[in-house]
């Protein structure tokens, strides 16, 4: 079950797939983290929610910017090699967020 954040995805504007095992409180917590930070910062992006396993078919049809996982494992394949992947586990757990925020930051401007 994917669950859009934004119906309409446009090429111009940074795509982040958020995932986790069941596409919802994980996945949905670090989502609404990062659009906050992003709105406070003029950022825009478009955010999706996934399970884990649905990323190698996610993204063989998008080209996500980036991909967080949050709880989960990561994904060991399908996943094109130059898309980033980060572990979501520092909004999670509050340890290194704001490192991790900058880090979600740098990624997606030097993509635009």
């Known amino acids: 079950m994917l669950r859009l954040s934004l119906i309409t995805m446009s090429n111009n504007v940074p795509l982040i797939v958020v995932a986790c095992g069941s596409a919802a409180a994980s996945s949905h917590l670090i989502s609404e983290i990062?659009?906050?930070e992003f709105k406070k910062r003029k950022?825009?992006?478009q955010f999706i929610e996934v399970r884990v396993t649905e990323l190698p078919q996610y993204?063989?049809?998008k080209k996500p910017a980036l991909i967080v996982v949050g709880a989960g494992s990561m994904p060991k394949g399908g996943i094109p090699p130059d898309v980033p992947i980060l572990s979501g586990v520092p909004l999670m757990s509050g340890?290194?967020?704001q490192d991790f925020i900058n880090k979600v930051v740098?990624?997606?401007t030097k993509r635009k």
Request: charged share 20%.
């Open 34 to 36: 990062l659009k906050e």
């Open 43 to 45: 950022i825009t992006a």
């Open 59 to 61: 993204t063989q049809t």
């Open 95 to 97: 340890i290194g967020a």
């Open 106 to 108: 740098e990624i997606i």
